[in-house]
């Protein structure tokens, strides 16, 4: 297993430990025993979803994964295309666990990969649903439609009428307001992404910094993966482009010259 993957998980132990112990356990199942790797694979996804799908006030009564994933009442407002998509790649891979001679290492190892990706992701939206209202009350506000407009031309989803960074002292939100049609009147909906929260060592905002700070952060210092990965701006195409580019750069053998520095 790379060292990126590893790096990834060992990033996640202070969030999310007990998750982390059954991917450490995947991760060292994968070689030599990649069917036990899909299905402790798997076992991730239903501990998250089940947690994700309670923290969201439905009933998780003997729910299988397969019908939280069908309930458009919960992966509507709660998990973007590009994770859903990735969330049924697991469970259908993750199925062929009890079928060893139908998978092998670099089954698991691929597998591995995408988990990881949702791990990261559900991180990010449990700390945005444990944030409650009270605490972006009292806010500043910056507009950074168009400057982003500018930064990635024709990649936020068009539907987007106004992105805004929300900073109060105890969280750092990132406001999105999109319209059904451009039809004068028609609906708008609103949703909030959390990116940073007071006393947070994983935040990628601080509370703490003044908004002109956090705005020239989150302009200048995300990169095409870190939207796409924290944010819901992106139009999935604009997002996927981002994640291949990442993964190539992350595959691409080092230069001669940073080499031999």
């Not at 509370?207 to 210092?221: H, K």
Request: glycine share 2%; aromatic share 6%; charged share 20%.
């Amino acid at each position: 297993m790379t060292s990126t993957i590893e790096d990834r998980v060992a990033r996640l132990e202070r969030t999310v430990s007990d998750l982390v112990g059954h991917i450490r356990s995947a991760i060292a199942y994968s070689p030599a025993d990649p069917a036990s790797a899909l299905t402790k694979s798997r076992i991730v996804l239903e501990k998250l979803l089940l947690d994700l799908y309670v923290l969201t006030g439905h009933q998780a009564f003997k729910v299988r994964i397969n019908d939280i994933l069908c309930d458009k009442s919960f992966t509507v407002p709660h998990v973007p295309p590009r994770i859903l998509a990735r969330m049924r790649f697991v469970q259908d891979l993750g199925n062929l666990g009890p079928h060893p001679s139908n998978v092998n290492s670099a089954d698991s190892a691929l597998l591995l990969e995408v988990l990881v990706d949702i791990v990261e992701w559900y991180v990010l939206l449990r700390s945005q649903l444990s944030v409650t209202t009270s605490a972006i009350t009292s806010s500043v506000s910056a507009d950074l439609l168009e400057d982003l407009r500018a930064i990635y031309p024709g990649q936020l989803r068009p539907e987007i009428k106004s992105v805004r960074l929300v900073q109060s002292r105890d969280a750092c939100v990132l406001e999105i307001t999109t319209q059904d049609s451009p039809e004068p009147y028609s609906n708008e909906h609103i949703a909030k992404q959390i990116l940073g929260i007071s006393n947070s060592e994983s935040a990628f905002l601080s509370p703490s910094s003044d908004l002109a700070q956090n705005v020239r952060t989150f302009l200048s210092e995300f990169d095409a993966i870190s939207i796409a990965m924290c944010t819901d701006l992106f139009t999935v195409a604009a997002a996927d482009a981002a994640y291949n580019r990442w993964r190539e750069d992350q595959d691409a053998p080092a230069s001669p010259n940073s080499q031999s520095s």
